[in-house]
């Protein structure tokens, strides 16, 4: 592995885990340590990465009998092809209806796009406890909250989880810093909506799906926004330019990593927009055409 983690204490009971920003399946994690038992929030994209990450969890709680409870922010696979070891390790693992099917539909390699062989065991666990209302769970001493989003934003299924007590929010993949957001799972008018309730959770540290952990002035969700807005801005017309809206979006947000996803993100909100069906498989093709052949991963 040639990026190393690093760990953020965030208050007395929360704990950040920030990979590198930037490169595919490179997302964030964290934990948020009770009296009783450990809430983990995502997993990461190889056996050999949440292995690191759950070696952390138990280096940083002193109790490797800690019972862990998951919390997976949506079923894309560098938060949820660790979930088979939470199981493994006696944990539980809790997310949405529509989260849970597709993790167990898994594990999602699209093999198509990414040239790599180094997911070791990433085989989904079958998952039990789910979650459609918002939920208070204590941990002993210390209570989360974990809240479903009821609507098609990143996914048809995300979830985030506020820490009320030490003002932390995880957004999971609602929120992207430094990287271009993915779409093609969702929407970006329900992403919109997402965002717009996200800045109405009260909170000193907010922890993105992918990028550097954010403070209380973050303008992470206000620029996300922008961006979604301008997607379905230019994307309203019948017969948008794809290739001249590609060159502005690479120009306009030439600091983000991961171009390639611009191509790919105008063709779903413009088929989202106008009604039509677009198939995964042209949305890939697409994304590999913008990257100059198969994605590598170093992960
Ligand atoms: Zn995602």
């Known amino acids: 592995m040639s990026h190393s983690p690093l760990v953020h204490v965030l208050g007395p009971a929360t704990r950040a885990y920030e990979q590198p920003t930037g490169g595919w399946f490179l997302n964030n994690a964290g934990w948020v340590v009770g009296g009783e038992r450990t809430l983990l929030v995502d997993t990461l994209a190889t056996e050999a990465r949440t292995a690191a990450l759950l070696e952390a969890v138990h280096a940083d709680t002193g109790r490797p009998g800690h019972k862990i409870l998951a919390a997976i922010t949506h079923w894309h696979g560098d938060h949820a092809h660790g979930a088979n070891q939470v199981v493994a390790a006696g944990g539980r693992i809790v997310t949405t209806a529509h989260t849970a099917q597709m993790i167990e539909a898994g594990p999602h390699l699209f093999e198509q796009v990414f040239a790599y062989d180094g997911w070791g065991d990433v085989t989904p666990p079958k998952i039990n406890t789910m979650v459609s209302e918002p939920a208070h769970v204590s941990l002993g001493e210390v209570s989360v909250d974990i809240l479903p989003v009821s609507w098609v934003a990143h996914t048809g299924g995300d979830l985030v989880v506020h820490v009320p007590s030490d003002g932390v929010l995880f957004t999971g993949d609602l929120v992207f810093v430094g990287v271009v957001p993915l779409v093609m799972a969702g929407t970006a008018a329900g992403w919109v909506q997402a965002l717009d309730w996200l800045g109405t959770l009260e909170h000193q540290h907010l922890v993105p799906g992918h990028g550097p952990i954010q403070g209380a002035d973050s303008t992470a969700i206000a620029e996300l926004r922008e961006y979604l807005s301008w997607l379905l801005d230019v994307t309203a017309v019948d017969s948008p330019d794809f290739a001249a809206l ?23 909100t413009h088929a989202d927009q106008h009604g039509t069906q677009i198939d995964v498989v042209a949305l890939a093709t697409a994304m590999v055409k913008q990257a100059g052949g198969p994605i590598k991963l170093d992960i």
């Not at 030439?254 to 191509?263: D, I, Q």
């Open 246 to 268: 590609d060159v502005q979006a690479r120009e306009r947000w030439g600091t983000w990593s991961e171009g390639e996803r611009h191509a790919v993100n105008l063709l779903k």
